[in-house]
């Protein structure tokens, strides 16, 4: 029984496409967040949602627009597709919004583009 | 604005060995503290966390980590090593101010690798 669920695990797609990336969590959680994680690996957080309310939105494209339907969900849309935007997307979820409160991560989207 | 330091992007050790991974942060506020370790093509799960308790803090497969405020180090230790800790440890701080979402800001990792 997967936690915090993205898919899908491999995404190849051409520059200049439109995808989206789903992320469930069964946590009862209230907060999720995405992050990215280039190829150095570091990790960087692009957006947090708690309970469909949009709380942090880092420095980040407008293509990205993230989409929270309800507090189990947090899917990631990505517009015009460009080259820098290969990474691994990581999808997390955290009891609440307090700094203390541990963060729950997915398995990552692998997301290259060509 | 809070940052965490990584010493070392590469450590080995030999199996049964000490580990210790470093790390230091800058934050104006006490922070809150985070060991996170990232397996081959996984999500990243949570080793131990300092919240402001005891400042000796267990985690899960043996680690442990001292928060030391004077020398601004959270480094993480696991006194014998074993194959299976080989894998990519991220230190991560997050703002103690509450409502603003746990925003963490990670270090750049530390890949750790055990020999025989």
């Known amino acids: 029984d997967t936690a915090v669920s993205q898919t899908p695990k491999y995404l190849v797609t051409q520059m200049g496409n439109d995808k989206s990336i789903k992320c469930e969590q069964n946590l009862g959680h209230d907060t999720m967040y995405w992050y990215k994680q280039d190829s150095k690996k570091f990790l960087k957080i692009m957006f947090s949602y708690n309970n469909k309310e949009l709380i942090i939105n880092e420095t980040v494209p407008n293509r990205f627009s993230p989409k929270s339907p309800d507090k189990a969900h947090l899917n990631l849309h990505i517009n015009s597709l460009e080259l820098g935007d290969s990474a691994v997307y990581f999808c997390?979820?955290?009891?609440?919004?307090?700094?203390?409160?541990?963060?729950?991560f997915g398995q990552g989207t692998r997301l290259t583009v060509v | 604005a809070q940052s965490v330091t990584q010493l070392g992007s590469h450590v080995s050790v030999s199996e049964g060995a000490l580990v210790l991974l470093r790390c230091n942060y800058s934050?104006?506020?006490?922070?809150?503290l985070f060991w996170y370790v990232q397996y081959p093509n996984q999500g990243l799960q949570l080793l131990l966390k300092y919240t402001s308790a005891a400042t000796l803090v267990k985690g899960i497969n043996g680690f442990e980590a001292e928060f030391k405020k004077s020398e601004t180090s959270f480094h993480l230790t696991k006194p014998s090593a074993h194959m299976s800790d080989a894998a990519e440890y991220f230190c991560a701080v997050s703002d103690p101010k509450a409502g603003g979402g746990n925003k963490l800001t990670f270090g750049t990792g530390t890949q750790l690798k055990v020999e025989l």
């Open positions: 934050s104006s506020v006490p922070p809150y």
């Open positions: 997390a979820s955290s009891p609440g919004r307090r700094g203390n409160t541990e963060a729950f």
